[in-house]
Structure formats: C-alpha cells, structure tokens
C-alpha cells in the first residue's frame, strides 16, 4: 500500500475508483469496530459504516492533509456525527443514553471525547490484527499459529503438544512473532498516523 497521504492526494479527484478500493479496504472494518462498540448490532453497523464511507468519498476532495494531525481523527468525528444521527433518528436514542450513562451521547463534548477513546483503542487492536495478517503471509512455518493459540489463552505446554514441539519452541515462536509484530506494528503507525 502506499503512503497515506498519497492516498488521500489520489482520492481528491473522486475518479480513482482503484484508489478508492484500497481506501476501503484500510478503514472500513476499523469504521464498522468503532460502529459495534458504541452499541450498534451488525445490521446498523455496516449501514452507518457504508453512510460513513459515502460521506468520507464527499468531503475527501475539499480535505486538507495536516501531518500534524491524525487523519482517523478526521474519521472519527465524520463517525461519531453519523453515529449521533442514527441514535437521534431512532427511537432507542433514550434508552441508550440511559444504559450508556448521560454523558455518553448526551453531552454534545462528552461523546466526542469518548468516542475518540474508544476509537483510538479500536485503532490500536485494528492495527494489531493486521500486522498479525501481515506476519502470516511473511512468517512461513507454524510460528503465527503458535503465537494465535497463545493469544487466545492457550497455555504454552499445551500449545507445545497441538503442535507437537518443544516448550522451548513455543517460547522461541512466540518472543520472534512478538519482536515481528511491533515491528510490523510500528511500520503500520507510521503508514497509517
């Protein structure tokens, strides 16, 4: 993938259809996370998520790249806006302001705040998953699928015996994957601010 900014400069033009595939590809699923963890079930998230990216492919063209700031920054506040909007439409907007707490989503500042938090915890998972996807396709071997198990919880010994290898393997695959994933991780910060 190229750079961001680059991205971003192809897609002012609004006639990049490649482009905008690969836009797509790089948010929509951290877009769709930021939807679920604010509440919304899968239907309703994929809906905001696609009035997300509509409203996204709009405002790109008069959108002024600032290295300054995080572009998902910009993202965010388009997603909270659409995410407010479909509450407000709805009628459970009460009833989730209730479960969530007043400050949630009634308090014009307090929604933002928050679902800047959130997002940038969403950011930082969704980084983390697609540097693993990345690994798995530049690891060969068994090492990414040791190191799966042992984030699923899986304890080491145990792993060691699906695998049939030695616990001192298990630990060997899991310190190399690690080191490769904050690398690949660092990498897609960098890419992605």
Not at 105 to 112: Q, R, V, W
């Given at each position: 993938?190229?750079?961001?900014?680059?991205?971003?400069?192809?897609?002012?033009?609004?006639?990049?259809?490649?482009?905008?595939?690969?836009?797509?590809?790089?948010?929509?699923?951290?877009?769709?996370?930021?939807?679920?963890?604010?509440?919304?079930?899968?239907?309703?998230?994929?809906?905001?998520?696609?009035?997300?990216?509509?409203?996204?492919?709009?405002?790109l063209p008069e959108f002024e790249y600032d290295h300054r700031k995080k572009f998902r920054g910009f993202i965010c506040k388009v997603t909270g806006g659409l995410i407010?909007?479909?509450?407000?439409?709805?009628?459970?907007?009460?009833?989730?302001?209730?479960?969530?707490?007043?400050?949630?989503?009634?308090?014009?500042?307090?929604?933002?705040?928050?679902?800047?938090?959130?997002?940038?915890?969403?950011?930082?998972?969704?980084?983390?998953?697609?540097?693993?996807?990345?690994?798995?396709?530049?690891?060969?071997?068994?090492?990414?699928?040791?190191?799966?198990?042992?984030?699923?919880?899986?304890?080491?010994?145990?792993?060691?015996?699906?695998?049939?290898?030695?616990?001192?393997?298990?630990?060997?695959?899991?310190?190399?994957?690690?080191?490769?994933?904050?690398?690949?991780?660092?990498?897609?910060?960098?890419?992605?601010?």
């Amino acid at each position: 993938m190229e750079t961001r900014q680059t991205l971003l400069q192809r897609l002012s033009k609004q006639q990049d259809d490649a482009s905008w595939q690969e836009f797509v590809d790089v948010y929509q699923q951290f877009i769709y996370n930021v939807c679920r963890k604010t509440g919304l079930n899968h239907h309703d998230s994929e809906e905001v998520g696609q009035k997300v990216l509509l409203r996204l492919w709009k405002k790109l063209p008069e959108f002024e790249y600032d290295h300054r700031k995080k572009f998902r920054g910009f993202i965010c506040k388009v997603t909270g806006g659409l995410i407010k909007d479909y509450f407000r439409a709805s009628q459970r907007y009460q009833k989730r302001c209730e479960k969530l707490g007043a400050g949630w989503l009634g308090a014009e500042d307090g929604f933002g705040v928050e679902l800047e938090d959130l997002a940038e915890k969403e950011w930082k998972s969704y980084l983390a998953n697609l540097a693993l996807e990345n690994l798995e396709q530049k690891i060969t071997g068994k090492a990414v699928a040791v190191f799966r198990r042992l984030l699923a919880g899986v304890q080491a010994q145990k792993v060691a015996q699906e695998f049939e290898i030695t616990a001192n393997l298990v630990a060997v695959y899991k310190k190399r994957v690690k080191a490769k994933m904050h690398e690949e991780i660092r990498r897609l910060s960098d890419e992605f601010q």
